[in-house]
C-alpha cells in the first residue's frame, strides 16, 4: 500500500521533497486549505498544514518535532498588494490557498486599528482595479511580485516595495518588526491515532539534508518551473527555516496568543 504524503506545490516547500527518495510513498500536491483538509480526513498521512490549521486542531494532530516552513524578517511571497495608506483601506481580496495569511493579515490590520471588509476571490493583480487590496500567497505572489520589477537588482536589500500607487506589504515582515520573532507558515502534522512511518520521517529528514546541501540545484528547479530568473528564487530560498527550533516555537507561540489559542503540541515519538 502507498503511503500518501501532501505538498502544497510552492517553491519554498520544495527543499523538504525534492530529493525525498521514492520507497512506498507518493507525494499529493494541493494549496494548503485542500492539504488541510486532506489530512484531517486522512486521504493524506502526513502532509504540511498550515500553521493556523494546526493551532485549531491540536487536539486531533500530530507534530513533527524538527520541520517547519519559518522565516524571520521578508519571506516574499505572502503579499498584501495596494493602493493608498494601510489605514486607509476598506476593502481586501483574500487569497482561498490559506487561512494561516489571511488570519496573520486580520491580526496585524486589526492591532493597528483598521477594520477593512475582506472578501475572498480567486485571481491576481488585476483586483486592485476592483480592491483597495489583495492578498496573495505562494507562487502567485512571487510572479505577481517579479511582474512589477524591471530589472533584477544586485541585492535584495535594493527590491523596491512601492511600483507607482501600488505598495507591496510582506507580512512576515510586519510580523517581525511587531514580535523580533519568526513566523511559522507551516508545519508538518499527522492525525494522532496514525503517526508516520519511522522510515519515512528519517527520509524526509535525508531530503532536508540533501535540498540545503544542493539548494542551487533546487532553486534551478523551481525557477523553470516558475519562470523566473533563478537568482532570484535561489535567494527566496535562502530566507527561509526548516527545522522549527526554540525562536520558531516562540513564533507559533506568539502568533497563538495574538489569536486567543493556545501552542500544546504533541510531538512524533522518533
Known sequence: MIYSLGVPL???TAPLYHFLEA?????????PSELNRMVLSGEVGLSLV???????????????????VAVLGRVYSVNLFHKGRLADLRRIALTTESATSVELLKLLLRERGVFPRYENRE?????????????????RAIRAYASLLDHLPETPHALPTRFGEVEVVDLSMLWFERTHLPFVFAVWAYRKETPPPQELVRALRRARRQGLRRLGEVAEAEARRLGLHPAWVEHYLWNFRYHLEEPDRLGLQAFAQGLGLTFSPSYYPG
Open 123 to 139: 485571481g491576481g493583480l488585476e483586483l486592485l482595479e476592483e480592491y483597495d487590496g489583495v492578498l496573495l500567497i505562494g507562487d
Open 10 to 12: 510552492y517553491a519554498n
Open 23 to 31: 520507497n512506498g510513498w507518493a507525494l499529493r500536491y494541493g494549496v
Open 50 to 68: 498550515s500553521s493556523y490549521f494546526y493551532l485549531e486542531h491540536q487536539e486531533e494532530l500530530g507534530l513533527l518535532p524538527d520541520f517547519s
